[in-house]
């Protein structure tokens, strides 16, 4: 009688139990770290630090400048710049992220316009924040023009900053156009006649409005821009001008060596 009983009762429990392959999901768990692991790699060795290496900035030969009788001892010195990308640097990225072992699988889709075509990858959850931080602001870069004399002496630097960043497409980067030229310039305070003067109550709110707006946003706004600034160039250091640099970070200290002994 013991004997039936255990026997039902071991077929009872049969029914409510299964088989499971813990090592295959160990090993699969296992593996899928591993990608991402490998994919967080490929991401920093394919995006960090492209910022300086993407851009070519080409100051024109072709100056303008301008004087003030009420200060004559300087000039306003202009010089038109313009922006393309580096061939080289962006061909070596298409081909990184084409040949990429480990960006293939994840939960976000990232787009790249090349003008040789599109280029997809994918990212896991957890990987995708790093390439967005290396990415940030598409690879802002900003630089300043410099003046310099045949011994590479730095003479003056430009007022203007030059921002450089690439225009993006959704959450990649687009490569086929030309990179953004911009510039930060001081925003205008509106003009406030309509709100201290005698006006109608419709010109007043639009007036109050702008107000608002103007004090809601930042001080400086960036504009596009394709010219470097210097305002206020020593009329006796102009003779001595004989080029135009945009320096980039790895300029600096080759630009600075002289100064600095």
């Keep these: 009688m013991f004997a039936l009983l255990l026997s039902l009762s071991l077929a009872t429990a049969d029914e409510w139990e299964s088989q499971v392959n813990g090592e295959k999901a160990y090993n699969e ?28 900035v080409e100051p024109s030969s072709k100056t303008t400048y301008s004087n003030n009788f009420l200060t004559p001892s300087t000039v306003a010195y202009t010089v038109k710049v313009s922006a393309k990308f580096n061939s080289s640097s962006v061909n070596a990225l298409s081909s990184a992220i084409k040949n990429a072992g480990y960006l293939r699988k994840g939960e976000n889709k990232v787009t790249f316009k090349f003008p040789n075509g599109d280029v997809s990858l994918h990212l896991y959850d957890e990987i995708y924040p790093i390439y967005i931080n290396l990415i940030k602001g598409g690879y802002a870069f900003e630089a300043r023009a410099v003046l310099l004399d045949n011994e590479q002496t730095v003479l003056a630097t430009s007022d203007n900053s030059l921002l450089l960043s690439v225009p993006s497409v959704l959450d990649g980067l687009n490569f086929t156009g030309k990179p953004l030229l911009q510039s930060y310039v001081k925003a205008e305070a509106p003009d406030l006649t309509a709100i201290l003067g005698n006006h109608d109550a419709e ?28 305002y206020s160039l020593p009329v006796e250091k102009l003779k001595d001008v004989s080029s135009c640099r945009v320096l980039r970070e790895s300029d600096e200290l080759l630009v600075y060596k002289r100064d600095a002994q």
Aim: net charge negative; glycine share 2%; hydrophobic share 40%.
């Design 29 to 56: 768990v296992q593996a899928l770290l591993a990608y991402k692991k490998s994919q967080a790699a490929e991401v920093e060795e394919i995006f960090y630090g492209l910022r300086d290496s993407l851009y070519i």
């Design 203 to 230: 010109s007043k709110d639009n007036a109050y409005a702008e107000l608002y707006s103007f004090f809601s946003e930042p001080a400086y706004r960036l504009v596009d821009s394709q010219t470097a600034q210097f």
